[in-house]
């Protein structure tokens, strides 16, 4: 899905609101904090001179890992559901945001730089019923932020995801925040090949809307968690999305609904569905169902349905669906979606909703887990 609104809106409040740059904590040189209130999203005005996503172009591995300058905005998105020896769940999030203030201009001075990275790291612990989260803002710098292609690698303020070798896997997921810390190793026996979303890639939000997508739905991952002082070792699966885009949601967009899955029969599922504000459904809303085999079958919303039930209120009076039904032409008699956690959402720059999921059939026999995300609540 889509998130490019998150990253899109922090950066505009840093340009309007301006920034306070001291010494980050971790090396050399500067981060950027003291975001302050004010926002220009979606001024069609400040995308020109960018590259657009507009026809299926043929992705390049491991080129398409690595960034994309000429698109104003793209993200490397990787969630996991845990679990440890006792058969405790868990949820991790690691995401990192690449916004460009400016079409790219050539330098050969790191500090000249159009690119500012956000990142955002959460450890959700079902048994101690706590979701804890993390950001980072700076700009790009070989110190501080970045991304590469070959050997695959995301950085930012002493947040790692990387390759560890000329290969894309193995990866390894090293993250440090305040109260918890993510050492996880990606890939293995079972990872599924990248899935291209919408057609070939160019993924649809609108008619002039779109965005390069794809996904690595299903990756083997084993590692540790620490949150405080207690560490647990942990074992699941992972989840990658990559995207990359100009384009803005489409007027009359409010937010989505995002979901990716793991079925138990080894069966991954992506949807997502775009929120209108006049609350009808959107001709946009996409998804695929990833067969055990890799091959794919698109989803359009003629063939799938979500549909909210039991919300969770938070203390600012948000309500947030918590509880969905989701109906489909490979659901069989369709499946419920449960937040392990009501409370996970990310209290960072900018609010939003994204945690560890349980997935049931309709009379409430498991059958998977994996990640959903709320927007524009």
Not at 13 to 29: I, N, R, V
Not at 39 to 59: I, Q
Not at 132 to 153: I, K, S, V, Y
Request: net charge negative; aromatic share 10%.
């Amino acid at each position: 899905m889509t998130r490019e609104w998150p990253v899109r809106a922090a950066v505009m409040l840093l340009l309007m609101g301006g920034c306070g740059c001291q010494p980050a904590e971790s090396g050399g040189g500067f981060a950027v904090t003291g975001l302050r209130v004010g926002s220009v999203l979606g001024e069609p005005a400040l995308d020109e001179g960018f590259a657009r996503a507009r026809a299926p172009a043929r992705l390049m591995f491991p080129r398409d890992h690595g960034p994309h300058p000429r698109y104003r905005s793209e993200w490397w998105y990787f969630t996991a559901a845990l679990t440890d020896p006792a058969g405790n769940a868990y949820g991790a999030q690691f995401t990192l945001f690449r916004q460009a203030l400016a079409p790219a201009a050539a330098s050969n001075n790191p500090w000249q730089t159009n690119q500012l990275y956000l990142g955002h790291l959460a450890v959700t612990d079902v048994g101690a019923q706590t979701h804890r989260e993390d950001q980072r803002l700076a700009r790009a710098h070989p110190n501080l932020a970045g991304a590469q292609d070959t050997p695959f690698r995301v950085w930012i303020d002493g947040w790692t995801l990387g390759s560890e070798g000329d290969s894309l896997f193995p990866m390894r997921l090293d993250a440090r925040g305040t109260r918890v810390t993510l050492d996880l190793r990606l890939g293995g026996a079972g990872t599924k090949p990248a899935v291209l979303q919408g057609n070939r890639g160019l993924s649809a939000k609108g008619p002039d809307s779109a965005s390069y997508y794809y996904t690595l739905p299903r990756i083997p991952v084993e590692g540790s968690l620490q949150i405080d002082d207690r560490r647990v070792s942990v074992t699941g699966l992972g989840w990658i999305d990559r995207e990359w885009s100009t384009s803005v949601l489409g007027k009359g967009i409010v937010g989505w609904n995002w979901f990716g899955l793991h079925l138990d029969s080894g069966v991954d599922i992506m949807v997502f569905s775009l929120r209108r504000a006049d609350g009808a459904r959107d001709p946009f809303d996409a998804g695929t169902w990833i067969h055990v085999d890799g091959t794919v079958t698109p989803l359009g919303p003629a063939d799938f349905e979500l549909v909210p039930g039991r919300v969770w209120r938070d203390t600012a009076g948000r309500n947030w669906p918590v509880e969905w039904s989701l109906a489909c032409t490979h659901c069989g008699g369709g499946l419920v979606i449960e937040a392990a956690l009501d409370d996970q959402r990310m209290d960072t720059t900018l609010v939003y909703w994204e945690g560890l999921v349980n997935v049931f059939d309709t009379h409430g026999n498991s059958r998977g887990n994996g990640y959903m995300e709320l927007t524009g609540y």
